[in-house]
């Protein structure tokens, strides 16, 4: 099934039209890793946690416009993508409050810091930081996509931004909040994060 036709499916075929402009949004040419792949990532294991859900529609929902929105020069990419959700599902007949809760999770994932309750966004949350405890040659792909997409910032800022933002991931409590998701890949990317900031350092 390809990304569209995943769309259909979980909004409507009147929806298709949303669905091929998200499409086109994921596979933009600036794109390194914020891709059709990284969605579909997400959109997969949201699938696999939906039990931990307590509206997994709603989260699958967020997990198509989290990243729909996506300029590495911007820092508000979360708020524009929340905005951009709110006006195309305006034009759905879903309720006020699952678009409400779906903005209120694509923001979240400014953060990573769900509520100890907030099993929604936990879920989301979990399955965007996924990457973080993938193999050890996979986790690299995705740290060199990254650095793709910032190729604008030279190396020494580069390397000092991307320092605190794994020092910041690293100082939080957990990484993944849903106990299959934490019992998968805690340890792995924790791991991962501490071997990239060495070699930041090193470097």
């Known amino acids: ?53 307590a509206d997994p529609d709603a989260v699958r929902l967020a997990a198509w416009f989290h990243d729909a929105v996506y300029d ?36 979240l994932t400014e953060t990573h810091a769900p509520d100890a309750d907030d099993r929604n966004g936990q879920v989301l949350c979990d399955a965007d930081l996924a990457v973080l405890g993938s193999d050890p040659d996979a986790y690299a792909a995705y740290a060199a996509a990254v650095r793709e997409e910032y190729a604008f910032v030279p190396d020494e800022f580069f390397k000092a931004g991307r320092a605190e933002v794994l020092t910041g991931l690293l100082e939080l409590p957990a990484l993944f909040h849903t106990p299959q998701a934490r019992a998968r890949y805690e340890e792995k990317a924790r791991a991962n994060l501490r071997t990239e900031l060495l070699l930041l350092n090193a470097g």
């Open 1 to 53: 099934m390809d990304l569209v036709d995943r769309w259909v499916a979980l909004a409507g075929p009147h929806a298709r039209r949303i669905g091929t402009e998200l499409d086109a949004r994921y596979g933009e040419e600036h794109r390194r890793y914020h891709t059709r792949a990284h969605l579909t990532a997400v959109l997969d294991l949201v699938d696999e946690l939906a039990d931990h859900a």
């Open 72 to 107: 590495p020069q911007r820092a508000d990419n979360e708020d524009r993508s929340a905005r951009l959700a709110r006006r195309m599902l305006a034009d759905t007949d879903l309720p006020e409050a699952t678009v409400d809760e779906v903005a209120r999770l694509i923001v």
